[in-house]
């Protein structure tokens, strides 16, 4: 397996999609604490990006495994394991590995923290491996985008900021509230990006008896659920910023508002996998971008 291949199977170009909150997360702690815990910090980022790895390799291998004769063309041609002759046990060894080391940092991590970690853990890994795995994989239902959005854009920032504050009073049912407000922007933007390759593979997810939330809905109604994410994702970012949670420098963020809206339209426009899932792709990284640099700022200038 050569290196190209492997960020492939890794898919290490939406590795923005877990390091986006958990950025966001050091950020409200630096901003509502004024102390960040850079080693509980650091041995989550290498857990996380780790985990997440396996999910995606998790993902690619039971896509693979589980089309069958008919998606024999789809294998050979859209699937990395079957495009690159890639070896199942090889493949499967990596993602065992990764999901490994990332549940021994894990637990150490409990060891120090406490069992409320343990607790968002246990949820996160479950989610990761139903995701695609199990009897009916999360990717194939209409929960889909929920699960995503949800474990990746708020339980991310979520731990980030718990590992900051474990030894300060630790988690309340108030903070946790305000934390899903200001990660808000981030999980609406993940179950966007979902949504986005669902209505692109539409017919393909047909096809592998894969019944997403696109096929309940139909078409035209999905793309207006996609808009509509973004939009409460900017209400949740603004509502964040009004109560104080956020500097006010993230107001910044807001002049994302005119290129995400224009690739929102260029979208509903022409819905091909190859063509213009990537304006999905380019929302995520503009909507990252623009909030990390703005509540950045926000910290820098006070």
Partial sequence: MTWQTFLELVEIKAKIASIWPFLLGLIFVQANLGRIDWATSGWFFLAMVLFNMAVDINDNFQDYRRAGTQAADWKKRTNIIGVHGLSMRLVGGLMVTFAGVAAVIGLG???????PLLTMGIFCFAVGYAYAGGPRPLSST????????????????LITVYLNIYNRGGLSWSLAGRVFLAAG??????????????????????????????????????????????????????????????????????????????NIRRFFQRQVKRETFILAVRNLAILALTTVIAEALGLWFG
């Avoid at 991590?109 to 069992?115: D, I």
């Avoid at 933007?189 to 139909?218: K, S």
């Fill in 142 to 157: 209409p929960t889909g985008e929920f699960f995503a959005g949800f474990t990746m854009g708020y339980m991310i920032m």
């Fill in 185 to 262: 922007v981030a999980v609406m933007a993940i179950a966007a990006l979902l949504l986005a390759n669902n209505i692109c593979d539409e017919g393909e997810d047909r096809q592998l008896a894969r019944r997403t939330i696109v096929y309940y809905l139909g078409k035209q109604r999905s793309l207006w659920l996609f808009a509509g994410f973004y939009i409460v994702g900017y209400v949740l970012l603004i509502l964040s910023i009004w109560r104080g949670d956020l500097p006010r420098w993230s107001y910044l963020a807001l002049i994302s508002i005119l290129p995400v809206a224009q």
């Fill in 109 to 115: 991590l409990v060891w120090m923290t406490g069992w």
